[in-house]
């Protein structure tokens, strides 16, 4: 009788590129209940799979040289695979055993990140970004999170100085958003990112009063920071990982975004804004966009404000009807 399907994923080595494609391995994880899984992932990348469900193996690739690639083909040589698909597009498959594989070609297309994973499994809908929590992750995050009122988590920081925006704008849009009169009146603001955002998100924490505010900041990994945003009912971003964590644990996000490409990596299913110049007129200052210029400046209060309103109103649960009694 044949073993179950055994599936070796190999995912990108940038955490942001990684949680982008992870919509088709979850798509595999319901679609073949039987399977086995391995992963392959570089030191970012790969704990954001740990609590993938029938998880065998979990493996870091430490590095690109041929010395890592072949340490990692030693380790993978033994076994005849079902299936690999390949996020990183690399040789790998070509020398292991195995079934079928799904390697991701380079392509020319201006398209999605998320719709670009799924043609790798020629998959019909795009499958979006998910990841998966154990109870022990969850229970990290939810720790630090606690109960109460509805959150709007705001995630300000970014890799690259030329696409942050400015701190005193998120203040003003969280402070409208949880304000008297706004859609999240009342409401907690959860702050999320690594330990060097904080001073990114020293002004955003005096939206609301202290007792009001979750300061996450450096506390959680990236997998705990994507658990403790299932509890957000709205994130705001930039282009950045934090966006992307928000999007995979369901939360419904919007970035502000500048000198990238929103058609490429904005937050799928949620909402991205960008200000009055266009990506060519940001290459056009900054051809290898990496000098240290803020460029979000031109990126104002108001539109930012007005479609994180509408975002809510859109993903707004629909009212639980009761039964009419006769």
Known sequence: MAGPLTILYL?????????????????????????????VGSPETAPLFRD????????????????????????????????????????????LRRERRAVREPSQLIEHAVEAASRVLKLEEPAAPHL??????????????????????VGPGVDWIGKRWPAERFTKVAAKLLGDGGPLQGGRLMLVGAGADRDAA????????????????????????????????LFIGADSIWTQLAVAAGAPALAVFGPSNEAVTGPWGG????????????????????????????VPVEPVLAAAIKLHARTEPEPVLEPAHG
């Open 11 to 39: 995912a990108e080595a940038a955490p942001e590129a990684a949680v982008l494609s992870s919509g088709v391995l979850a798509h595999m994880v319901r679609e073949a209940p039987d399977a086995r899984f391995t992963i």
């Open 52 to 95: 993938t469900p029938r998880l065998d193996r979990l493996i870091v690739l430490p590095g690109e040289s041929r010395a890592d690639w072949f340490r990692l083909w030693d380790r993978l040589k033994d076994r005849r695979w079902s299936v690999i698909v390949d996020m990183r597009g690399s040789e790998l498959s070509k020398w």
């Open 132 to 153: 998966f929590f154990s109870d022990e992750t969850k229970e990290a995050a939810d720790a630090l999170v606690g109960k109460g009122r509805p959150i709007l988590a």
């Open 202 to 233: 020293h002004t955003i924490r005096f939206a609301v009063a202290r007792e009001r505010t979750i300061e996450l900041q450096g506390k959680l990994d990236l997998l705990q920071t994507a658990a403790a945003l299932r509890h957000a009912r």
């Open 271 to 298: 909402k991205s804004v960008r200000g009055s110049r266009s990506l060519e007129e940001f290459r056009a200052i900054d051809p290898g966009l990496n000098q240290h210029i803020q460029h979000m400046m031109d």
